[in-house]
Structure formats: C-alpha cells, structure tokens
C-alpha cells in the first residue's frame, strides 16, 4: 500500500521511485552480503540483474545518471562474475555509496531529478571513476578519480555470455524467467492508505451485521423446543379425550389440531437447520473476510529492517570496531505501521549497542572472545504478540556503575538504591536524560534513546525488558501487537456506555467488597496482596458524573506503572474481546482520556480508553485535590444521597477521629489540613456541615467561620467549632463570629459531638 495520493495520479518517475526503491534495497542487501564470505554465483546475479532493472527503468524515464551509474555498476557485478575482480572492503564502500547515490537521485523531485547530472557533474565523474578503477582491477578507497565512462556494445555480449553461464544454460537458450502462475502470485497491487481503512471499516461493519443473524437462531432454537413443547402436550391430551367419548366433530377437530401442529413442527425444524446452517457459512465467510483483509496490510519483517545493516556496518566502521547484524525472522509477519514505528527505537538500540556496548577488537581478543562481536535480532510471533529481542555479545552492562549514576542524579537515595534488583535498576535507564556516558558522542551519550524507545513502545500497546550479565552481553525483549487495526480489549460499562481497555497496557483487573474501601487523608484505597491501591470512580475521571458503586463488590481496572498505580473503578466488566480498531474522525482532534473506537459484535460503538492518558489525568487529580470519592448506591441506578461534612484541622489524628465517627454514623466526609484550605473546599463542594478546629496555620477557625458567613451562597451552612480550648472568651468568639457549637475536644469520649452533628444536620443511615 502507498501513504498518500490515489495510485491513478502516479506518474512514469513516480513509478521509477518505487522501482528504484525496490532494486536499491537488493542492490544494498547483496552488496553487505558480499562483504560476508565468498561471494555465490547466485547473489552476484541477482545483483548484476537488479542493476540491469534499474539501467532500463531510468533509461526509460530519461534520468541519464541512474542510467550511467547502474550501467557501470551492472559491469563490476559481470567482472565479478566472470571472476575478472575480487571484491574487497573498498570496492564495497565504492558500491554502497552508488546506491546511495541512485536513491538521492531517485529520490529527488521531478524537475530536480532530470538535471542532477548537470548540476553535479563532478560527483558523477569522481563516482564512476571509482567504479571503472574496481572493474579494472584497481585498489580503491572510497574516492573517484576523474575519468570517461563509456559502454559498448561488446560489454553487453559479454555481460550476457556471463549471465548464461551463472544460469547453467548453454549458448543459444533464452534467459530462464519465473513461469505464468508465478508471476501471477508475485504480482502486486497498490492502494492507498486510506482506501484500505474504508476497506477494514466496511469488514468490520459486514461482521457486525452478519453476527446480528445469530440472536434469531437461537430464538428459533427456542421456539422450535417450545412446540415440541407443545406437541408433547397435545400427545399428553389425547390420551385423555380417547377416555371422555367426546362428539366425533370435536374429536376429529383435535386430531386436525394435533396434525397441523406436527406439520409446523417439521416445517420449523427443516427451516430452523437451514437457518443455522446458513448463519454458520455466514458467520465462517465474515471472520475469513476480516482477517484477510487484516492480513493485507501485513508485511514480512524484512521490509522494517532494509537499512539496518548498513548503519550497523557504517558505525563499527567509523567505531573502529568489527560488528556482524545477523537478522532472524525475516518472514515474520507484521503490521505495516508497527514496521514503521519500530524503526526508530530498532536504531537507538543498536546505536547504543555498538557504541555502548560492543568492545574494540583487541579488547574483545585479550577477553576471549572472537574479534569480530555478533548482534542478533529477532523477530517471532509468541502468543499473539510480536516478539523482537535485540542480543550482543560486549561488555553487558555494569550494574554497580549504574546504581551509582542513580544516585548521582538523585533518582533514589543511597540505601534504596543499595535494595533494589538489577531488573529494578534497568529500569532507570528509559528516563529522559539519563545516560551512564559521562562524555557526549556523535552516536550517542546525550541521555536521548531509550526514553524514546519506551515511548514508542507503550504508544504502540506494548512492553520492553532489558537482561544483562556484564562481560557477556545484553538483551533487550520486546513485546507488540503483530497488528495495531486489532486490539485485544477488556470491555467493561462506565456510566452506562461500554468503554475498552486494552489488555497489554493494563496492569490487571480486579473485583474486591465494596466494604473493603478504606481511607486515610480523605483518599480511598483499597489493599490487594499487601499493597495499598489509591481508587477513583472512571466516571469522574472522564467527567461523566460521580462513581456509585451498585452491589457488593467493586470492579476494579488497575492502570500506572510500577511507582504509580491507581484502581479506576468501573460499574462492571463486560468481558474480553478483539475489537477491529478504526481511528478517530481528524476534525475531533486528540479526545481527551479516548485513543480509538471499534464497533462490538452487537453493532454498538465502544470507545478504546487511551490508558497512558487516563493515568495522566488521574495523577493531575490527585496532584489538585479534585478526586471525588466512589460513592455507595442502592436500587435500579438510584443514588444514595448522603449529607456531606468537612472536617477542617492541622492535625491529622483530629481529621482521623472525627472523620472515623462520622463515617461510622454513616455521614460522607472530606477534610482540609488548615482554614485556607477549608474556605477553598467550601467554594468548591456544598457541604451540609463545617467542623472547624481554631488555631491552624495560614487561616485559624475564627476567620474561616467569619468568610463563610460573610458570604451569601455559603452563609447558611451549619458550623462546629471544636477546639482544645475551653476558655470563655474563645467560646464567646467562635459564637460571635457565627459559629453554631463550641465543643471542646474531649466531647469525643462522649455524645456531645454526635448530638451537635445530628440537632444541626439530622441523623443519616450508616
């Protein structure tokens, strides 16, 4: 498939860009191999084939210096061939840098590409200088020397003699060529990006509907086993009539009824069978249709790792360094858009490989190991994911070192860095800026890499590991979906819609009492194997409204990492599904806390929570006080509306107290830690009680009593002043200021304070 406009508009250079893409890529895959061994008869054809492509190609659209370079090119591979040269690490440079040369060209507008060679004739002479002097023999390295490049006729005759002897066919046989069904099977149709979304849209929606026939079966299954049903009544109550001698007309009558009841029942049942037969093509050809269609815009690995060996080869080069990339998988099948995404974190990982990593030579000989070190990559598919693992064999990763630069940095203090597993510690290393390079390199040591990895990675739904032993290596593991258009989901109802969850980017889920809710600083948690859990309602997150919580039991979606975890809690899971992603309409823009959307099986539209931004979204809330708590219900969706206090005191053993006598007395409560932050909350919520202490930092009770009754919207709220003091003359200013209780604090061991709350607000339910 081709990003961009409709394949109809393309013109002939267009066509020569995609051309010139496809026989570059195997001009630099062969040309790396070359460097590998002796070179096969086999490779150096393909390659002196794939020159001849690109010579007739840019011969047809008019671009002369494709033409000479391929020409020139397509000439060294026929030496080679013919066993004339012996390539070596020089002639490879030359070869590279004319592919790159190619794909410049290629790559360059209409009007720029046509005039590249008078605008840069130098660079063409100095580049095919160099190649004449390989095809002749002559040591090079990596520089052109100014000379005329011309063709003749006798070259061809000769560059054709040798193809016919790589082949195997003697004189007079025509070139061996792929036979009809072959070409059949290898030939490609391009469709745009969009095209193929309208496509997987409309096999979704043909699979939505399919599945709507479904439900009628089995209502005709049921009707179907009702009639026997009623057949075996009817059996039942003739037995009865043969005993009663009713008229023959009423009896004949029956037996009419009897008959005609069979009919329908054998009439159902052939109807019912070819129904359900049909639903089950139906529903076979659908799932086929949407996987195939799926399937289209999978693409084998390789087509995601074309320049990785010559970037590889490129930095040991200039490293000083001996690196081999051997790549596995190749034919691994994989989303096109997970291909392109994971070129970047793919680069930044083997920069830092080579660069972090791998040895000098005579490093790696006085250690024991080959001269030349070993990157693997791999690529596989492990339990519906795909799996990429990126293995050296350097110097691994020295974890004293970096639980030192964690320290450094003051990411953890010294003792807990001392307790932390090295599987903790590597962690570390995907936070933006962190670097154990002390100096800054050209290729890496700037502290940019690996968060960008990571970031890649999570967008895409998935996860990363590093493993290490210093002196032998390191590993990273990488798990993705092989698809981004399907995503397994965890469906859960949130307000009365069904929302999905991606399964790889959440950290469980979870159903604990309702009874089990705890609270401490006005937060609710729950516990879940020793851990404690801070909770909110998904309904105030995504502000739909408070959470009230309907049953005995909570559900409970956790989401965060490892040092920030939070409960979101839902009013039920649904159950896991794979759902066929379909983007959001571009005018919306980035919706808030959403991702995507997909249809469910019903044909009703699920939103996909984007999981990453609902933690950010809960942290902002947790950061300004602004979580509402998840609230009890009771009934068919009817609230239990229970009056709410504030509780205003620096002390937190006070705020715990009271708040614990409160709740007990069923009664919702908040607190504050001084009187700012009370006459903040006052503003905010409406409270049907204020409980103040008096002398607290930055506003004192006294004052708080004062703004509240100062202000009309708030001036009716009943107020409690409790306070250690029993003095009269601060009794006498709390009243005054327009407080409605004194209370001393000792009121606590007694009835006094729960009298106060209920004269002044009413008893509620516990």
Same mark, same amino acid.
């Not at 370079?69 to 002639?91: Q, R």
């Not at 390295?141 to 011309?150: L, N, Q, S, T, W």
């Not at 937190?652 to 700012?676: F, H, I, K, P, S």
């Given at each position: 498939?081709?990003?961009?406009?409709?394949?109809?508009?393309?013109?002939?250079?267009?066509?020569?860009?995609?051309?010139?893409?496809?026989?570059?890529?195997?001009?630099?895959?062969?040309?790396?191999?070359?460097?590998?061994?002796?070179?096969?008869?086999?490779?150096?054809?393909?390659?002196?084939?794939?020159?001849?492509?690109?010579?007739?190609?840019?011969?047809?659209?008019?671009?002369?210096?494709?033409?000479?370079?391929?020409?020139?090119?397509?000439?060294?591979?026929?030496?080679?061939?013919?066993?004339?040269?012996?390539?070596?690490?020089?002639?490879?440079?030359?070869?590279?840098?004319?592919?790159?040369?190619?794909?410049?060209?290629?790559?360059?507008?209409?009007?720029?590409?046509?005039?590249?060679?008078?605008?840069?004739?130098?660079?063409?002479?100095?580049?095919?200088?160099?190649?004449?002097?390989?095809?002749?023999?002559?040591?090079?390295?990596?520089?052109?020397?100014?000379?005329?490049?011309?063709?003749?006729?006798?070259?061809?005759?000769?560059?054709?003699?040798?193809?016919?002897?790589?082949?195997?066919?003697?004189?007079?046989?025509?070139?061996?060529?792929?036979?009809?069904?072959?070409?059949?099977?290898?030939?490609?149709?391009?469709?745009?990006?969009?095209?193929?979304?309208?496509?997987?849209?409309?096999?979704?929606?043909?699979?939505?509907?399919?599945?709507?026939?479904?439900?009628?079966?089995?209502?005709?299954?049921?009707?179907?086993?009702?009639?026997?049903?009623?057949?075996?009544?009817?059996?039942?109550?003739?037995?009865?009539?043969?005993?009663?001698?009713?008229?023959?007309?009423?009896?004949?009558?029956?037996?009419?009824?009897?008959?005609?009841?069979?009919?329908?029942?054998?009439?159902?049942?052939?109807?019912?069978?070819?129904?359900?037969?049909?639903?089950?093509?139906?529903?076979?050809?659908?799932?086929?249709?949407?996987?195939?269609?799926?399937?289209?815009?999978?693409?084998?690995?390789?087509?995601?790792?074309?320049?990785?060996?010559?970037?590889?080869? %490129? =930095? *040991?080069?200039? $490293?000083?360094?001996?690196?081999? &990339? #051997?790549?596995?998988? +190749?034919?691994?099948?994989?989303? /096109? !858009?997970?291909?392109?995404?994971?070129?970047?974190?793919?680069?930044?990982?083997?920069?830092?490989?080579?660069?972090?990593?791998?040895?000098?030579?005579?490093?790696?000989?006085?250690?024991?190991?080959?001269?030349?070190?070993?990157?693997?990559?791999?690529?596989?598919?492990?339990?519906?994911?795909?799996?990429?693992?990126?293995?050296?064999?350097?110097?691994?990763?020295?974890?004293?070192?970096?639980?030192?630069?964690?320290?450094?940095?003051?990411?953890?203090?010294? %003792? =807990? *860095?001392?307790? $932390?597993?090295?599987?903790?510690? &590597? #962690?570390?290393?995907? +936070?933006?800026?962190?670097?154990? /390079? !002390?100096?800054?390199?050209?290729?890496?040591?700037?502290?940019?890499?690996?968060?960008?990895?990571?970031?890649?990675?999570?967008?895409?739904?998935?996860?990363?590991?590093?493993?290490?032993?210093?002196?032998?290596?390191?590993?990273?593991?990488?798990?993705?979906?092989?698809?981004?258009?399907?995503?397994?989901?965890?469906?859960?109802?949130?307000?009365?819609?069904?929302?999905?969850?991606?399964?790889?980017?959440?950290?469980?889920?979870?159903?604990?009492?309702?009874? %089990? =809710?705890?609270?401490?600083?006005?937060?609710?948690?729950?516990?879940?194997?020793?851990?404690?859990?801070?909770?909110?309602?998904?309904?105030?997150?995504?502000?739909?409204?408070?959470?009230?919580?309907?049953?005995?039991?909570?559900?409970?979606?956790?989401?965060?990492?490892?040092?920030?975890?939070?409960?979101?809690?839902?009013?039920?899971?649904?159950?896991?599904?794979?759902?066929?992603?379909?983007?959001?309409?571009?005018?919306?823009?980035?919706?808030?806390?959403?991702?995507?959307?997909?249809?469910?099986?019903?044909?009703?539209?699920?939103?996909?929570?984007?999981?990453?931004?609902?933690?950010?979204?809960?942290?902002?809330?947790?950061?300004?006080?602004?979580?509402?708590?998840?609230?009890?219900?009771?009934?068919?969706?009817?609230?239990?509306?229970?009056?709410?206090?504030?509780?205003?005191?620096?002390?937190?053993?006070?705020?715990?107290?009271?708040?614990?006598?409160?709740?007990?007395?069923?009664?919702?409560?908040?607190?504050?830690?001084?009187?700012?932050?009370?006459?903040?909350?006052?503003?905010?919520?409406?409270?049907?009680?204020?409980?103040?202490?008096?002398?607290?930092?930055?506003?004192?009770?006294?004052?708080?009593?004062?703004?509240?009754?100062?202000?009309?919207?708030?001036?009716?709220?009943?107020?409690?002043?409790?306070?250690?003091?029993?003095?009269?003359?601060?009794?006498?200013?709390?009243?005054?200021?327009?407080?409605?209780?004194?209370?001393?604090?000792?009121?606590?061991?007694?009835?006094?304070?729960?009298?106060?709350?209920?004269?002044?607000?009413?008893?509620?339910?516990?």
């Amino acid at each position: 498939m081709e990003d961009g406009k409709d394949m109809s508009n393309f013109s002939m250079l267009d066509l020569f860009r995609t051309e010139a893409g496809e026989q570059g890529k195997v001009l630099s895959d062969g040309v790396l191999a070359l460097e590998h061994g002796a070179p096969s008869a086999e490779l150096l054809e393909s390659l002196m084939r794939a020159a001849h492509s690109l010579k007739g190609a840019a011969r047809l659209v008019g671009v002369e210096p494709v033409v000479r370079l391929a020409h020139v090119m397509e000439d060294v591979f026929v030496a080679s061939i013919n066993s004339e040269i012996t390539l070596d690490s020089g002639h490879i440079d030359v070869l590279l840098s004319v592919a790159d040369m190619i794909a410049s060209i290629a790559g360059l507008p209409d009007s720029a590409m046509g005039s590249w060679g008078e605008d840069h004739p130098e660079e063409l002479e100095n580049m095919l200088s160099s190649m004449k002097r390989i095809k002749t023999n002559v040591p090079v390295a990596g520089e052109g020397i100014k000379k005329d490049a011309r063709a003749s006729q006798s070259k061809d005759g000769a560059r054709k003699e040798a193809v016919t002897a790589v082949r195997g066919q003697g004189p007079g046989r025509g070139s061996a060529s792929p036979g009809h069904e072959d070409a059949e099977k290898d030939r490609v149709l391009r469709v745009t990006a969009e095209r193929w979304n309208q496509l997987m849209g409309l096999a979704g929606e043909v699979k939505v509907e399919a599945g709507r026939l479904h439900p009628y079966v089995v209502s005709l299954g049921q009707l179907k086993r009702s009639q026997i049903g009623l057949i075996e009544a009817l059996d039942s109550l003739r037995e009865i009539i043969d005993d009663l001698n009713l008229q023959e007309d009423a009896y004949n009558f029956f037996i009419t009824a009897q008959a005609r009841a069979k009919e329908c029942r054998k009439l159902l049942s052939d109807k019912t069978g070819v129904l359900d037969a049909y639903d089950r093509r139906v529903s076979s050809l659908t799932e086929r249709l949407h996987r195939e269609t799926i399937i289209t815009k999978m693409r084998p690995f390789s087509d995601g790792v074309n320049g990785l060996q010559r970037m590889v080869r %490129d =930095i *040991a080069r200039q $490293l000083g360094k001996n690196v081999k &990339l #051997e790549i596995n998988g +190749l034919s691994t099948q994989v989303d /096109r !858009d997970v291909l392109e995404k994971m070129e970047a974190p793919l680069n930044h990982i083997l920069r830092n490989a080579i660069d972090h990593g791998i040895e000098h030579p005579d490093e790696r000989l006085r250690g024991g190991k080959p001269e030349q070190a070993t990157i693997r990559l791999t690529a596989s598919h492990c339990d519906g994911m795909l799996s990429i693992s990126v293995e050296d064999d350097g110097r691994g990763i020295d974890i004293g070192r970096l639980r030192r630069k964690v320290v450094e940095r003051g990411l953890a203090k010294e %003792d =807990i *860095a001392a307790r $932390l597993m090295d599987e903790e510690l &590597l #962690e570390f290393m995907f +936070l933006p800026n962190f670097s154990t /390079r !002390d100096e800054v390199t050209e290729i890496s040591g700037r502290g940019v890499g690996l968060d960008v990895v990571l970031d890649v990675i999570q967008k895409m739904r998935g996860s990363v590991k590093v493993k290490t032993e210093f002196g032998k290596g390191t590993r990273f593991y990488m798990q993705l979906p092989v698809t981004l258009s399907v995503v397994s989901a965890l469906i859960v109802e949130i307000a009365h819609e069904p929302y999905a969850f991606p399964m790889v980017r959440i950290n469980g889920a979870v159903r604990v009492p309702s009874r %089990d =809710i705890r609270v401490l600083e006005d937060r609710q948690f729950i516990t879940i194997d020793g851990r404690h859990l801070g909770i909110v309602g998904a309904s105030h997150v995504l502000g739909l409204g408070a959470q009230a919580v309907r049953g005995e039991d909570l559900s409970v979606v956790i989401i965060g990492d490892r040092e920030n975890s939070y409960g979101v809690v839902v009013d039920r899971f649904i159950g896991q599904m794979e759902l066929a992603v379909q983007s959001m309409d571009r005018r919306l823009g980035k919706v808030k806390d959403i991702s995507s959307a997909a249809l469910l099986e019903d044909g009703s539209p699920v939103l996909i929570v984007d999981v990453d931004d609902l933690a950010l979204s809960v942290e902002a809330l947790v950061k300004h006080g602004g979580i509402a708590k998840v609230r009890r219900a009771s009934g068919e969706g009817a609230e239990i509306v229970r009056k709410l206090i504030l509780v205003v005191d620096d002390s937190l053993t006070v705020r715990e107290v009271e708040r614990n006598l409160l709740e007990a007395a069923g009664y919702e409560v908040d607190v504050a830690v001084d009187g700012m932050d009370g006459w903040s909350a006052v503003r905010n919520r409406r409270y049907d009680l204020v409980i103040s202490d008096i002398d607290m930092p930055r506003m004192d009770g006294i004052e708080l009593v004062r703004m509240i009754r100062g202000d009309r919207d708030y001036s009716s709220t009943p107020v409690i002043i409790v306070s250690y003091k029993d003095r009269e003359e601060d009794r006498k200013r709390g009243l005054e200021a327009g407080a409605d209780y004194y209370l001393t604090k000792g009121s606590f061991h007694d009835n006094t304070f729960m009298d106060a709350v209920v004269d002044l607000i009413g008893e509620e339910k516990a």
